[in-house]
């Protein structure tokens, strides 16, 4: 499966501090259950990486005039 493959598995997603100082991305799905902990540093690149992806999916958005109308910032 690649990054552009839609499919229709679902999954719960949750992330949050570990009593042990790591930031924890919780996945949970039909068959899945993948706790993965990363130290603060590693959490904020992923986060970095995130917000890359998010600013590039939205350019795409507005070049091909697809996907739903962004949201509203706080």
């Known amino acids: 499966m690649s990054i552009n493959s839609e499919h229709e598995t679902a999954a719960n997603l949750q992330i949050g501090p570990t009593d042990r100082g790591m930031v924890r ?3 949970e799905g039909d068959g899945l259950d993948l706790p ?3 130290d603060p540093d590693e959490a904020e ?3 970095e990486e995130l917000r890359a992806a998010a600013d590039a ?4 958005q507005a070049e091909t005039g697809s ?3 962004p949201k509203k910032k706080k």
């Open 67 to 69: 996907g739903k109308s």
């Open 36 to 38: 993965m902990d990363f």
């Open 57 to 60: 999916a939205r350019q795409i």
């Open 45 to 47: 690149e992923i986060a």
């Open 25 to 27: 991305i919780y996945l």
